[in-house]
Every structure is written in C-alpha cells, then in structure tokens.
C-alpha cells in the first residue's frame, strides 16, 4: 500500500513520516535516493514530503521526495563540501530578537536576513522580552523597528515569558510550517512552550548557556500545533549558511535596495562610492537606514565571493 506524508523526524537511520490523516509511521529509505545537484549526508530531511510503501504491518519505505520548496543546509563538518540539510519546505522564520540579554545586534539581523532571503523563506522579526524593557531599551526599540520597517520587514513585538502578544503571534503562525531562530536565550523555547501547551522544550537561565556543551548532534524536529501547522525546532544546530551568494548579489537580498539596482550608472555597481550610484542616492536621502547601509558595506568589505554568509546563533 503507497501512502504521502511528511518526514516530520529523523534519527539518520529512521524517519517519521506523518500521514495526511495525522498518524505517525517510522519509516526507512530505500538504496540510493538522492537528489539532483545536493551533495548532502542526508538524503531524507525534516519538512520532506514523501511517498512511501508499507512494508509490512508497521514499517515503511520512502520510495520517493518530491521537489522541495526551499530548504535550509550547513555544512557537515569545517572542511568538507558535504552538507547536511537541516529541514526543508518552511513557509516562514521567525527571528527572535532581544535587546537586553542576549543583545541581538543589527549585523547578526542583517547577515539573517540576507540569508534566509537567498533560501526563499520569508522573515519576520519578533522583538522578545519586552518586559524587561526600560526607557533606554524602548528607545533602542523604536529605532530597530524604524529600520526594518522601512527596510519592508514585519516586526512583531512580545514577552514570551509573561505570554504579552504570544496568542496573537501564534496567530501568525497557524497553518503555516514556521522556524524558530535567534541566539541561544532569546526565548525561543519558553515561546513554543507558550503556544503549545504540552510541547515542554527545555529552556535555559541565559548564563547556563555557555555551560552547556559545544557540540550537541541532534535533528530538527517538526512539531504540529494544536491549532493548525507546524513548528519546527532546531536543537543545537547553531549555524544557519548559505554559499556560493557572489558578493554583486548581496544587494538583492536588501529589499530596500533592490528597487534602486536598475537605476545605477554601472551594471556592476557594488554601490560604494561609484559615481551615479542610485542605492548611495537613496542612503543619503534617508530611503535606507544608516544601519542597513554601514552593514551592506561591511558584508560586502568582509571577504571576496562566491560568498558565504554563517549565521552562527
Ligand atoms: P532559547 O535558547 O532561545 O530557547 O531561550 P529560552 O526559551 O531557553 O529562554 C532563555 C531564558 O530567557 C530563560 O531563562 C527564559 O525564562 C528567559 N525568557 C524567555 N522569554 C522571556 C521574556 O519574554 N521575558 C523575560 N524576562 N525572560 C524571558
Ligand atoms: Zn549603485
């Protein structure tokens, strides 16, 4: 009997594929199903959608992957060209931001979104801890929240912790298959528990994290939410890369930016100090935040293409 489900778990040598109708059966693959043109450790990842064939009363072989949508990758280890594809058909990242502890700089964001941008998965900031806000944060708050809207970004605001907003974000989320990230202790865990009763992820005091151990191995998980859709969590998966973005296409991931690339002088203008330059034009009229701009410039300054944004959290 052939089935269609979503991988939704993975071992590395089992999967757990969830049927339309919402039961779960653990699943193998079978010989060499690999895609075309991805060089990854793991053929099979979280977010897949397969078909499968019983194999007996229990047990399934996934017999084939349709085309993903878009999916995340990291490389399996510094040296080698292998990756390793964390998840795969995301609808949205949520990137939660905090200005007290961690601090979550613009340049992490902007490296983020450039990133998650050249993945094809639509970004929305979400600002956290906004309880532990004082007049200085809220301050802080307003001129973030000025930059990325002009920049063409949703920003929503929240206290995980004291549930202030967390239903109407959660709103945001339903139907929709959403990755959480953010630096460790931005509240990431204590945000899906919130959302969904039961889910239980650990959370951790900020100042254990660098306790903990570095180098955890373990597999995204895709966890369904009562109220429709899904959340995928990424333990211990701390980089989040892109390759092979050469350095002229980085502009094209400031949406802000792109509208002006048509109206530079030079079709290989990286938009420094060339002359006729329309995206310098629109910095220096106030149409593209300080922020975005010094950032571009110090991406872009930071090494030669083919480029390699890590996001490390
Ligand atoms: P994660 O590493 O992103 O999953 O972060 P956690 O969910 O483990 O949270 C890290 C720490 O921040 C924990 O001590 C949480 O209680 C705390 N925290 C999370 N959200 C909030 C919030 O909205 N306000 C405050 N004050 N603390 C929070
Ligand atoms: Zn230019």
Not at 240 to 250: H, N
Request: with cysteine; proline share 3%.
């Amino acid at each position: 009997m052939e089935f269609k489900g979503q991988v939704i778990k993975s071992t590395g040598l089992w999967y757990q594929v969830r049927k339309e109708d919402g039961q779960m059966v653990d699943c193998r693959i079978v010989g060499k199903l690999k895609l075309k043109g991805i060089k990854s450790t793991n053929p099979v990842a979280v977010g897949d959608r397969v078909w499968c064939r019983m194999e007996d009363e229990e047990k399934a072989l996934i017999t084939e992957i349709e085309k993903r949508e878009n999916y995340i990758i990291r490389r399996s280890t510094n040296l080698s060209k292998q990756t390793h594809i964390i998840a795969a058909n995301i609808d949205q990242v949520f990137l939660l931001v905090t200005l007290t502890e961690p601090y979550t700089t613009t340049g992490f964001i902007d490296r983020f979104l450039i990133t998650s941008g050249a993945y094809h998965i639509p970004a929305v900031l979400v600002f956290n801890k906004l309880d532990e806000h004082d007049e200085k944060l809220d301050m802080r708050l307003s001129e973030y929240l000025e930059t990325y809207d002009k920049a063409g970004y949703e920003c929503l605001q929240m206290s995980a912790l004291k549930q202030i907003n967390t239903d109407k974000i959660a709103q945001r989320m339903k139907n929709k298959t959403t990755l959480l990230a953010g630096h460790s202790g931005v509240g990431k865990s204590t945000f899906a528990n919130a959302i969904q009763p039961g889910l239980d992820l650990k959370t951790a005091e900020v100042s254990q994290l660098h306790k903990q151990g570095k180098h955890t191995t373990t597999f995204a998980e895709m966890f369904p939410l009562d109220f429709g859709g899904f959340l995928i969590d990424t333990p211990g998966i701390k980089s989040f890369g892109v390759y092979d973005i050469e350095k002229k296409e980085i502009s094209h991931y400031f949406p802000e930016m792109l509208k002006f690339l048509g109206d530079c002088k030079f079709n290989d203008c990286m938009h420094i100090s060339e002359p006729h330059c329309a995206v310098r034009a629109a910095y220096e009229n106030g149409q593209i935040a300080y922020t975005r701009y010094k950032n571009y410039l110090e991406i872009i300054e930071d090494d030669e293409g083919p480029y390699r944004v890590d996001i490390y959290a």
